[in-house]
């Protein structure tokens, strides 16, 4: 079963992945040229583009656990999740500088530096733009697959960054980000209980 | 013959029998019971924001924590008959209708600026009376130090009350000298109009010079006390939300830098503009705060 659904996945050019990624974004361009985002149009940009930087930050690391448990491989795919979710949240900043903040350096200094849960953001942020420089197959050459590997373990502590970021940014314990922060921990277990994929497993999928 | 809350047709129930009005009828379906209020010199002269903008980004927790939610939900909301229970260190306690708080003659229209602790900010104009004139008609006794307010509780008709996101009722409160401000008033209408549910109907608090969760919605009680009364958002979080909440652009929310804010309906790259001082009413207000400490009685 597993290797009938690896071969449809095979057949799907990774740059379909970006087609499908640009969908969310499609529509939030839709919605804020027909005034579908209500009377505050910026708060809804900003924050649908974050969410969806974390949902694709998800998936990513959603692709390990389940090739371990289903031997369903999407690690094909995986550099794209990463840099599509990258992109997202490059977009999420850039909302923020431009519409929220109005380009006044000065104050976004200040509450990067004295707000923890902007400070917990733009953590989550930087590391993320570590990931996305080096996720090119010259920068796994040139740190070394090991260097590369220990690098790129920086996107646990940035998905749950950016999580409590979320979360922190509300005046209230709210469900949905509970959910996604809950959703988290549960893939980051799944890692360490489930260290050797079940049975059996080509070799080679270990590349990358 | 004197028109009662009572006869005030449902917004909803008039925009849609105008919809199946033809354009020369139209004419007559112009509100049963339009409010209005005499022009204050205390109203702001910067633009209000549109009744669109007004009725459709708010906090009513009660309605839901999204700014939508309260336009979405509050429709169900019965604000007829209601009744404010005013009792405490007065004269005159008792149960006390819309009418009675807010005759039609007394009303003022007040455009005052609205600033949110979220740090945004509207232009709003309300119409009510002045909460002095309200108080002096029950009577304050001179024990009295300070005003509290309550939000109605209906989990029926208010959804987000089924769920223990707030201690419920909604508290708030003022110290007397701040009640019986002439800027403070007892809002029951909006542009000309009813207040709309989500906007707190039928009688609000408004406090122009303190962020907006001060101003208290669907208020159905009122007590004058001795002693500094419970607030929501302080009992939940007393490092973020203290029982003054003055506008303070120096005193920063820990989360929120209230040095500047955003104007709702501003469009999407207009930027921020800076806070003043007590939203802008320090020339009215800053006197009642001599010699306190802002940065501790935030």
């Not at chain 1, 849960?117 to 996720?135: D, P, Q, W």
């Not at chain 1, 502590?157 to 979320?166: C, D, F, N, R």
């Not at chain 1, 709210?174 to 080509?202: D, N, Q």
Request: with cysteine.
């Amino acid at each position: 079963m597993a290797q009938v659904i690896n071969g449809y996945l095979r057949r799907i050019p990774v740059w379909a992945v970006w087609l499908g990624a640009a969908i969310p974004l499609a529509l939030l361009v839709w919605d804020t040229l027909t005034g579908g985002l209500g009377v505050e149009p910026v708060r809804d940009i900003e924050h649908r583009l974050g969410r969806t930087a974390l949902y694709f930050l998800i998936a990513t690391l959603a692709v390990t656990p389940l090739m371990r448990i289903t031997r369903i491989s999407l690690l094909r795919f995986r550099r794209a999740l990463g840099l599509i979710s990258f992109t997202y949240a490059a977009l999420h900043v850039a909302s923020w500088i431009s519409m929220e903040m109005g380009f006044l350096w000065g104050q976004m200094l200040t509450d990067v530096i004295k707000r923890p849960y902007l400070i917990f953001g733009m953590s989550a942020f930087v590391m993320l733009f570590a990931l996305a420089v080096t996720s090119n197959d010259s920068s796994i050459r040139r740190l070394g697959a090991a260097g590369w590997r220990r690098l790129h373990r920086l996107v646990y502590p940035a998905v749950l960054l950016a999580s409590i970021h979320w979360i922190w940014a509300l005046k209230l314990w709210e469900t949905k980000p509970l959910l996604v922060l809950g959703m988290i921990l549960v893939l980051l277990a799944l890692r360490v209980l489930i260290r050797r994929p079940l049975g059996r497993r080509p070799a080679k999928v270990q590349t990358n | 013959m004197k028109l009662k809350w009572s006869d005030v047709t449902p917004k909803a129930d008039y925009l849609n029998r105008r919809s199946f009005m033809t354009a020369a009828a139209a004419l007559v379906a112009s509100p049963a019971l339009a409010l209005t209020g005499k022009p204050s010199g205390l109203s702001t002269d910067e633009a209000p924001n549109t009744l669109e903008e007004i009725t459709n980004y708010n906090n009513f927790y009660e309605f839901g924590t999204g700014k939508e939610d309260p336009a979405r939900h509050a429709g169900n909301l019965t604000t007829d008959p209601w009744s404010v229970e005013i009792g405490g260190l007065v004269d005159r306690p008792g149960s006390y209708s819309v009418d009675d708080l807010a005759p039609a003659n007394a009303l003022e229209e007040r455009i005052y600026r609205l600033r949110c602790v979220e740090a945004w900010s509207m232009v709003i104009p309300w119409i009510g009376v002045p909460l002095a004139g309200v108080l002096d008609k029950a009577g304050v006794q001179p024990g009295a130090k300070f005003v509290a307010f309550e939000t109605l509780v209906r989990p029926e008709e208010m959804p987000g009350q089924s769920r223990p996101i707030l201690d419920w009722p909604y508290r708030e409160g003022l110290r007397i000298d701040e009640a019986m401000h002439p800027l403070a008033i007892l809002a029951t209408g909006l542009y000309d109009d009813a207040l709309p549910n989500q906007n707190g109907a039928p009688i609000r608090l408004v406090v122009p010079w303190k962020y907006g969760f001060k101003s208290i919605k669907s208020i159905v009680k009122i007590t004058l006390t001795d002693s500094q009364p419970r607030c929501t958002w302080q009992d939940l979080q007393p490092s973020e939300y203290g029982f003054y909440a003055n506008v303070n652009p120096e005193v920063n929310h820990p989360r929120w830098s209230q040095a500047t804010e955003r104007r709702i309906g501003s469009g999407l790259f207009a930027g921020r503009q800076d806070t003043p001082m007590f939203n802008g009413y320090a020339d009215q207000v800053a006197g009642l705060y001599q010699g306190m400490d802002l940065t501790k009685n935030y």
